[in-house]
C-alpha cells in the first residue's frame, strides 16, 4: 500500500473515437434496459422496500420514469443513525492501508464501468456525453486521491522533541456523519464527499438528492460490492424534510457535509448550530454553496476568439448548472463592442437537443421547477439588460432552456447579483481594470472567477485582489481537476472545504496529542 503510484488524473474520453463512441452507445443501451426498478433504503446493509416512493425521472423526456425510490421517514434515519454509530466502533480501529484499500478497489470498479456511471447521469440530470464523463472521472480522482490522503494523515505527524518525553500526534474520526450532495455533480461530489468520510474512519448515512438518487444508488451498491461493511454507509433516500431535517438535527450526528444552494447551507448550518439534549460536541459542517461567478476581460487581451469561447464554455457548459459557472461577464468598454457579438456568435451556434445524442452540446435543465424559475429569471433580465441570445424555453419533451446572454446589466440589478442556476449570462461593461475588478468582488459569493489579459501585472492584482476560492488567469473558470485545483469558497459561497485538496480530509478528523513521560534509569 506504501508503494502506490503517484496520483494521476483520470484521462477523459475521446469521443471522436469510433471505439470510445460505440462503448458509450453501448453503455447507454445496458442501461436503459434497467428503466423502471424500484431501489431500496438501504440500513446496516438490510434493505428496506415497501414504503411509499417517489419516481426519478428523466429531465429530457419527462414522462419517462427511471427508478423508483423509498421515501425514508424519521424513524429510518433514526435507525440508520444507530447503525452507524455501532458500526463506527469497529471501523474507526481499521488501519488506515485498509480504509484506503476500499476506495481503491471501488476506483478499479468504477473504471470498469465509467460509462454505464456515465451514462445513467445522462439519463437523470441531462448531462452530455462529455460533461457526463468528466463527473465520472472525477468520481475516480476522488477515489484514488483520498485513497492516498488517507495513508498520510494516518502516518507520524512531527512534533518537537524534549528529552523528558515520546511525543505523538495522531487523527482520529470524528464518528457519524449526515453525507447531503446536490443532484448537479451527482455522482463526483456525492462520491468524494461519501468516500472522504469512510477513508477517515468515518461512517455515513447518505442522503442522495431527490433529483439524483438513481446515480447515488448504484454508487453506494459499488461500495458494498468493494467490500464496505454494513452500517459504514447507510443509503436513506427521502425528502428534506422526512429525512434531511431529522438527520442534520439529530444529536448522535458529529458532522454534516452538504454541498448545494446558499438557502439550505445556511439553513443546516443554523440547526447544526443548535445543541439538542444528549449532543457532546459542537457539530462540524463543511458547505459548499453557491456561487455568482464572474469572468473579466480586460482591453489587453489579444486572443479575443479563445477568451470567447472559455466564457461561452463556462457559461453554458450543463446548462450553466454548476456553482462554478459564469454567470457574469465584465468586459471593458474599449473592446465591448468588439467582444460581446463574438459570445452571442459562439453562443448561438450551441446544440440543443436530449444528452443522448452524442452532438448534443445543450441538454435539459434538471427539472420543470428550476426550469420556470430560470424563465422568471429571463424575463426580468430582459427588462434589465438587453436580450441578445436566446430566452426561450422548451418545454414539449423535456425542460430545455436556451442559452441566453442578456447585456448592457448594472452591476446590481438581479440577475447580476442572484445565483440563477442555469444557462444565463449577464453581461456588464466596466469603465477599466480596476472598474472590473469592484464589479467582479461586488456579491455575496466568492467561489470561481477567471480573467483574461495579457497585461502580467493586471495578473498579479487579480490574483491579490478578485477574492474568490478558486481563481483561474486566461482560461475558463469551470472545470477544476482533483489533486490540481482544489475547490471551495470564501463568504457565502461556503466553508471554502478544498474538496480535492490536501487539506480535506483534515476536516473529517480531530487531533489528538499523546505525550508519554520517559522513566528515569
Known amino acids: 500500500m506504501t508503494n502506490l503510484p503517484e496520483f494521476k488524473n483520470e484521462a477523459l474520453t475521446d469521443f471522436s473515437k469510433p471505439e470510445h463512441r460505440s462503448a ?8 436503459k434496459g434497467e428503466l423502471g426498478r424500484e431501489y431500496p433504503l438501504v440500513i446496516n446493509g438490510r434493505k428496506v422496500t415497501g414504503l411509499k416512493t417517489f419516481d426519478s425521472i428523466n429531465p429530457s423526456h ?17 435507525e440508520a443513525i444507530d447503525a452507524a454509530a455501532a458500526a463506527f466502533e469497529k471501523w474507526k480501529r481499521e488501519p488506515a492501508a485498509t480504509r484506503a484499500g476500499l476506495l481503491l478497489k471501488a476506483a478499479k470498479l468504477l473504471r470498469e464501468r465509467k460509462h454505464e456511471f456515465s451514462a445513467t447521469m445522462v439519463y437523470e440530470v441531462g448531462k452530455t456525453w462529455p460533461e457526463a464523463d468528466a463527473d465520472t472521472a472525477e468520481a475516480i480522482d476522488f477515489l484514488e486521491f483520498y485513497a492516498r490522503e488517507a495513508l498520510r494523515w494516518g502516518a507520524d505527524h512531527p512534533t518537537t522533541r524534549i528529552e523528558s518525553e515520546h511525543n505523538r500526534l495522531v487523527y482520529i474520526p470524528l464518528g457519524v456523519g449526515a453525507v ?18 469512510i477513508v477517515t474512519g468515518n461512517t455515513v448515512v447518505l442522503k442522495p ?16 460490492e468493494a467490500g464496505m461493511p454494513p452500517g459504514v454507509g447507510n443509503f436513506v433516500s427521502g425528502s428534506g424534510g422526512e429525512v434531511g431535517d431529522p438527520l442534520t438535527q439529530s444529536p448522535k450526528v458529529r458532522f454534516i457535509a452538504f454541498t448545494g444552494s446558499k438557502e439550505v447551507g445556511l439553513h443546516i448550518n443554523e440547526e447544526a448550530a443548535k445543541v439538542p439534549k444528549g ?12 456561487g455568482k461567478d464572474a469572468i473579466i476581460v480586460d482591453r489587453e487581451t489579444s486572443n479575443l476568439d479563445e477568451a470567447a469561447a472559455a466564457v461561452v464554455a463556462s457559461a453554458f457548459g450543463f446548462q ?18 468588439k467582444f460581446v457579438p463574438m459570445v452571442v456568435e459562439k453562443t448561438k451556434k450551441l446544440k440543443i437537443g436530449p444528452p443522448e445524442a452524442a452532438d448534443s452540446q445543450v441538454g435539459p435543465v434538471v427539472n420543470e421547477k428550476a426550469m420556470k424559475k430560470i424563465k422568471e429569471y429571463i424575463d426580468k433580465g430582459s427588462k434589465e439588460g438587453r ?8 418545454a414539449k419533451d423535456g ?13 446590481h440589478a438581479t440577475i447580476a447579483q442572484e445565483e440563477i442556476f442555469g444557462p444565463v449570462l449577464a453581461v456588464m461593461k466596466a469603465k477599466d481594470f480596476d472598474d472590473a475588478l469592484r464589479i467582479a468582488n461586488d456579491t455575496q459569493y466568492g467561489l470561481t472567477g477567471a480573467v483574461f489579459t495579457d497585461n502580467e501585472e493586471k495578473l498579479e492584482r487579480a490574483s491579490e485582489e478578485f477574492f474568490v476560492g478558486n481563481l483561474y488567469l486566461n482560461r475558463k473558470c469551470t472545470g477544476a481537476l482533483v489533486g490540481v485545483h482544489p475547490f471551495g469558497g470564501f463568504n457565502m459561497s461556503g466553508t471554502d472545504s478544498k474538496a480535492g485538496g490536501r487539506d480535506y480530509l483534515g476536516l473529517f478528523l480531530q487531533a489528538k496529542s499523546i505525550a508519554k513521560k520517559i522513566k528515569k534509569s
Request: proline share 5%; glycine share 6%.
Open 387 to 394: 436580450l441578445v441570445a436566446g430566452g426561450n424555453v422548451q
Open 209 to 224: 438528492s431527490s433529483d439524483a438518487p438513481w446515480i447515488a444508488y448504484r454508487f453506494f451498491a459499488l461500495l458494498e
Open 399 to 411: 425542460f430545455y432552456v436556451e442559452p441566453t446572454v442578456i447585456a448592457d446589466v448594472d452591476p
Open 279 to 290: 449532543q457532546l460536541w459542537i457539530k462540524r459542517v463543511i458547505a459548499e454553496m453557491g
Open 24 to 31: 458509450m452507445e453501448r453503455a447507454l443501451q445496458k442501461v
Open 180 to 197: 447531503i450532495p446536490p443532484w448537479n455533480f451527482p455522482l463526483a461530489i456525492m462520491a468524494g464527499m461519501t468516500t472522504a468520510a
Open 320 to 337: 450553466g448548472q454548476k456553482c462554478s459557472a459564469c454567470s457574469r461577464l465584465i468586459v471593458d468598454e474599449a473592446i465591448y463592442d
Open 62 to 78: 419527462k414522462d419517462e420514469i427511471l427508478g423508483r425510490f423509498q421515501k425514508g421517514t424519521k424513524a429510518h434515519v433514526e
